[in-house]
C-alpha cells in the first residue's frame, strides 16, 4: 500500500466519522453560561445545537472544557478565554493595534480573546453544514491553547497545522466523551470545510501560509485519530 492510500484511507475514517455532528442530548440541557452567553442571536437553552448560535455557542463551551480536562489531567491549569466576540465585516476589535479584517476568525494573544464574523460563519453553516462551526472555532481555540503552551514556531505553516490538529483531538475528545455525536453523513462536508475555514486573510502572524487543504485535512485527522498529544 503506498503512503498516498494510506493517508487517504485514514482520512476517509475520520470525515466518515465526524461528519453531521449533533449535540448529545444530555448536552442540549445544559444552559449557556449567561456571563459569557451567545456571542449574537438569542439562543433558547432548550434547543442547544439547534440553530448557527447554539451550534457556535456549544463548540466554544465544549472545546473549552475539553481543554480544560486535558491541561488538568496534565497537571496544568487551563486559562479560558476572555471574551469571545462576534463581530460583523468591519467592526470588530482590535488586536494589538492590528485591526480585524472581515470574513475571518481569529484568536488574538493581546487580550486572550477569540473574535469571528458572524455573518460570515453563518454563510458557512448554511452552505457547508454545522461541521464548519466545529472547525473553525475549535482551530481558533487551539491557538489559544498554543499561547499558554507557549508554543513557538518558525513558520506560522507549522502553527497553523497543529492548531488542525488540535481541532481534530478536541472534536474526537467532545465525541469519545459522549458531547457530540457523530452520525455518517456527506464526506464532502468536511472536506469543503477544512479547505474553507480557518484564517484565509489572517494578518496577525504576518505570514498566510495556512498549508494546502490536504495538508490541512492530514493534519486534522492526525489529531482526531491518534490524540492531542501527538500534535
Ligand atoms: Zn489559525
Given at each position: 500500500?503506498?503512503p ?7 482520512l476517509?475514517a ?20 449567561p ?9 433558547s437553552?432548550?434547543?442547544?445545537g439547534?440553530?448557527?448560535?447554539e451550534d457556535v ?6 472545546t ?6 486535558t ?8 486559562r ?6 462576534a463581530?460583523?465585516?468591519q467592526?470588530g ?14 484568536y488574538c494573544?493581546v487580550?486572550?480573546f ?6 460570515w460563519?453563518?454563510?458557512l453553516y ?9 472547525v ?38 467532545m465525541?469519545d ?5 457523530a ?9 469543503a ?5 480557518g484564517?484565509p ?14 495538508e ?16
Open positions: 500500500m503506498t498516498r492510500a494510506l493517508s487517504t484511507l485514514v476517509a475520520v470525515l466518515t466519522a465526524s461528519c453531521s455532528l449533533v449535540a448529545s442530548p444530555k448536552d442540549r440541557h445544559s444552559a449557556p453560561d456571563a459569557t452567553g451567545p456571542a449574537s442571536g438569542s439562543a437553552p432548550s434547543a442547544l439547534q440553530t448557527f448560535e455557542e456549544l463548540a466554544r463551551t465544549l473549552e472544557r475539553y481543554w480544560q480536562q491541561f488538568q489531567a496534565a497537571g496544568r491549569t487551563y479560558p478565554l476572555s471574551r469571545f466576540e463581530y460583523s465585516g467592526d476589535p482590535d488586536c494589538g493595534g492590528q485591526p480585524a479584517v472581515p470574513e475571518n476568525a481569529f494573544p487580550g486572550h477569540v473574535a469571528y464574523d458572524a455573518q460563519m453563518r454563510s448554511e452552505e457547508k453544514g454545522d461541521g464548519a462551526v466545529y473553525i472555532i475549535p482551530h481558533e481555540l487551539g491557538h489559544a491553547v498554543q499561547a499558554q503552551l507557549m508554543s513557538d514556531f518558525s513558520l506560522n505553516i507549522n502553527r497553523e497545522l497543529q492548531a488542525d490538529c488540535y481541532a481534530g483531538g478536541a472534536l474526537k475528545g465525541i466523551a459522549g458531547q457530540l455525536e452520525e455518517s453523513g456527506d464526506d464532502e462536508e468536511l472536506l470545510n477544512l479547505a474553507a475555514a484564517d486573510t489572517d494578518a496577525w502572524w504576518r505570514e498566510d501560509a495556512h498549508g494546502t487543504p490536504a490541512r485535512q492530514q493534519s486534522f485527522a492526525k489529531g482526531y485519530n491518534n490524540g492531542v498529544n501527538t500534535c
